[in-house]
């Protein structure tokens, strides 16, 4: 007779093996009804669950679940894409990995993800975040459920999570800044910033980071209020080419979210002197970078952004200890000269 085995339990219960093994050793983050479900199942089954139980402590399973942005920004497809490559890797440790993509800048599709997968979500979740009360409330709950939560790109500090992986985005901006400072000088005049919006935390910092060298180095450079472009190249080229045919006297502009490719064609089609660091490497930057259109951009690797989550989630839910110099996501400059 064939031996029953807990993927046998989890297809029965409708739920994951991660679901199973966690029900088994009696970790937290399972709801009371799913443990019921898991139960009635290895019943049906005539499961043997102690020496089951007794293999898969030894070696033990873990599911993580990514949510990220599915907008059309290069750097957001590249994450994504890292995701997927990281599962093979990831299964090697006995790591499942489940990516869900919501619309970009909506807390409510945040929730809504976070409440859908219930479960699902399994012993970790790595979350692209957005400025709101309703999803720190979901935070909350999950981490109430004994689900490790880190923040991914963007953070969300005033929350239950237990660490942001990404770049010191204060920093980033301090960067921005110099670099532009460099660019310009000794020229006055005004610069301009495109966002995608106030309620990413990662924005907010770099704008933030990009006015403290501009108020503390650059007396001659009058920064505007900031253009939110929801990191649509399409918004963004409409609303930066109106402010360009408006404003002659702009020298200097730092993009610091999505929506690229929009800054590129406004600032092609104006034909106006102006120095310009951004960030994301894509097909289009790099033509800019290449032609001058653009002198700089600022990047983080995903690659290393995803790996580093995945790390931290694993060290989190074993309570074990993280390599803090591994960990730590580095701010890249890149211009035409070293283009990788």
């Known amino acids: 007779m064939t031996r029953i085995t807990a993927q046998d339990v989890a297809v029965a219960a409708g739920v994951s093996l991660a679901t199973v093994d966690r029900v088994l050793n009696n970790r937290k983050g399972v709801r009371e009804t799913t443990i019921q479900r898991v139960t009635d199942a290895m019943d049906r089954l005539n499961f043997v669950r102690d020496q089951t ?46 990516m869900v993509a919501v619309p970009p800048l909506d807390p409510q ?9 219930g479960d699902e979500i399994g012993d970790g979740l790595a979350l692209v975040a957005v400025e709101s009360q309703i999803v720190r409330d979901a935070i909350a709950r999950l981490r109430k459920n004994g689900v490790s939560v880190v923040t991914f790109v963007s953070d969300i500090p005033n929350s ?9 985005n204060v920093a980033a901006g301090r960067v921005a800044g110099s670099l532009l400072n460099r660019f310009i000088s000794p020229r006055s005049g005004d610069v301009a910033i495109v966002a995608g919006s106030g309620t990413l935390r990662d924005h907010v910092e770099r ?6 060298v501009m108020r503390a180095e650059c007396p001659h450079l009058n920064v505007l209020p900031w253009i939110e472009g929801e990191e649509l190249a399409g918004i963004v080229e409409e609303k930066l080419s109106k402010l360009l045919a408006e404003n002659p006297d702009i020298v200097g502009l730092y993009s610091l979210g999505g929506g690229t490719r929009g800054v590129i064609d406004a600032i092609e089609a104006a034909e106006q002197d ?17 032609s001058g259109t653009i002198d700089a951009v600022l990047v983080q690797d995903p690659s290393h952004e995803v790996r580093s989550a ?25 211009v035409r000269d070293n283009l990788p």
């Not at 293999?55 to 949510?67: M, P, Q, V």
């Not at 102006?274 to 290449?290: C, F, G, I």
């Not at 993280?322 to 730590?328: A, L, S, T």
């Open 310 to 334: 995945i790390r931290v989630l694993k060290a989190l839910t074993d309570d074990g200890s993280i390599n803090e110099k591994q960990e730590r996501i580095r701010i890249e400059i890149f």
């Open 207 to 212: 704008r933030m980071g990009f006015e403290q």
């Open 53 to 98: 139980a007794a293999n898969l402590a030894r070696r033990r399973s873990y599911k993580f679940t990514f949510i990220v942005s599915a907008g059309e920004t290069a750097f957001f497809s590249d994450v994504r894409g890292e995701i997927e490559a990281a599962k093979p890797y990831a299964a090697k440790e006995r790591i499942d990995i489940n």
């Open 274 to 290: 102006m120095s310009v660091v951004t960030t994301e490497v894509s097909e289009h930057t790099r033509a800019a970078l290449m």
């Open 160 to 168: 239950g999570r237990e660490r942001f992986v990404g770049i010191d």
């Open 109 to 117: 599709a945040i929730v809504d993800a976070i409440d859908r997968l």
